[in-house]
């Protein structure tokens, strides 16, 4: 795998908490992305970062934020997880544009 | 806005037969195209992907992708599948410039003895 590292790979939290999922390159790539995977939807982009400090939504980012404080690193934080945010949350890096993106093992995120 | 199609949700198929997953996309502007595995518990793991020239595709496992551009498909074959095979398949679109992938709902092959 190319040295990405998403943690916690599962949690279990209750609805309502907040809950901050990280994820870990050891790359140096510039962009990278939080995805959300669900039965029947396939994976659906969240937000996406081009480069420190600079982030962008995707096509279902309602209840979620990120912040990329350094290159290495891209927090995705649930507000307030809601059951609806029950997912598999996938963490992509690529250092050229999405053409050679890599994927993370995931986390399994629970809301109950 | 862009949409990618994988018209079967699931394929069946007998070891050392071969197999076809399709997938069909629509865009207004031109696209690079992706096929992605997952094995079961795992991340997604690029196969192969068009980004220009040569029609036909090959990629990894002995797997290969047509991009037939009148019929805006990107259908993915193998010509003998083994058990190993067994895993999800992704078809994914990024149009040009945007740094973005659009998945589809993904194809779980599953590969009998």
């Known amino acids: 795998d190319a040295g990405i590292t998403q943690s916690p790979r599962h949690k279990v939290t209750e609805t309502g908490t907040p809950v901050t999922l990280r994820c870990h390159q050891t790359e140096n790539h510039r962009y990278m992305y939080w995805y959300r995977q669900d039965p029947g939807h396939g994976l659906r982009l969240i937000h996406y970062s081009y480069g420190v400090k600079d982030t962008d939504k995707g096509e279902v980012s309602d209840g979620y934020s990120v912040s990329r404080s350094k290159t290495e690193d891209f927090l995705l934080t649930l507000e307030s997880a809601t059951s609806s945010q029950t997912s598999v949350y996938f963490c992509?890096?690529?250092?050229?544009?999405?053409?050679?993106?890599?994927f993370g093992q995931g986390t399994r995120l629970t809301v109950v | 806005a862009q949409s990618v199609t994988q018209l079967d949700s699931q394929v069946p198929v007998f070891e050392e037969a071969p197999v076809e997953l399709r997938c069909n996309y629509s865009s207004s502007v031109s696209v690079y195209l992706f096929w992605y595995v997952q094995y079961p518990n795992q991340g997604l793991q690029l196969l192969l992907k068009?980004?220009?020239?040569?029609?036909l595709v090959k990629g990894i496992n002995g797997f290969e992708a047509e991009f037939n551009k009148s019929q805006t498909s990107f259908h993915l074959r193998k010509p003998s599948v083994h058990i190993s095979d067994t895993a999800e398949y992704f078809c994914?679109?990024?149009?040009?410039?945007?740094?973005?992938?659009?998945f589809g709902t993904g194809t779980r092959l599953q590969v009998f003895p």
């Open positions: 068009y980004l220009s020239g040569s029609t």
């Open positions: 994914a679109v990024s149009p040009l410039n945007t740094d973005k992938l659009i």
């Open positions: 992509a890096i690529s250092g050229q544009g999405i053409n050679e993106a890599f």
